[in-house]
């Protein structure tokens, strides 16, 4: 299984952004996005379920960031809206078998994509 992020950049505040997580054989797994900022650990931003049906989303970006899935359910979306110097990071993508906010339960990780908001 491969995975490969890609879409971000250096934005303003209150900008948008769409990160795209490209994968080979993801039809069978859930999908998450995970973030890291410098010196902190990796968080949970969002997930979508193998059928895209049932999505999760941290507190922090509720309401902002919308998750999504292609039909062929190999191409998963994180749409950023309102965009906050809060969530520069790197993004990753993950699969696990199941939807969750546990990065231990993800197999598989994505090299990151750089998210910049600058104020």
């Known amino acids: 299984v491969q995975l490969?992020?890609?879409?971000?950049?250096?934005?303003?505040?209150?900008?948008?952004?769409?990160?795209?997580?490209a994968t080979s054989g993801a039809s069978r797994y859930a999908v998450?996005?995970?973030?890291?900022?410098p010196g902190s650990d990796r968080e949970f931003v969002a997930a979508?379920?193998?059928l895209?049906?049932?999505?999760?989303?941290s507190e922090s970006v509720k309401g902002r960031f919308l998750i999504s899935r292609e039909a062929n359910k190999n191409t998963i979306y994180l749409q950023m809206?309102?965009?906050?110097?809060?969530?520069?990071?790197?993004?990753?993508c993950a699969l696990a078998?199941?939807?969750?906010f546990d990065?231990?339960?993800?197999?598989?990780?994505?090299?990151?994509?750089?998210?910049?908001?600058?104020?």
């Open 4 to 21: 490969q992020a890609s879409g971000g950049g250096w934005v303003q505040v209150g900008a948008s952004l769409r990160l795209s997580c």
């Open 32 to 37: 998450g996005w995970f973030r890291q900022a």
């Open 48 to 50: 979508v379920s193998r």
């Open 52 to 57: 895209g049906i049932d999505t999760s989303y």
């Open 81 to 92: 809206n309102n965009l906050k110097p809060a969530d520069t990071a790197v993004y990753y």
């Open 97 to 100: 078998p199941r939807i969750t």
């Open 103 to 119: 990065s231990a339960q993800y197999l598989f990780w994505g090299q990151g994509t750089q998210v910049t908001v600058s104020s």
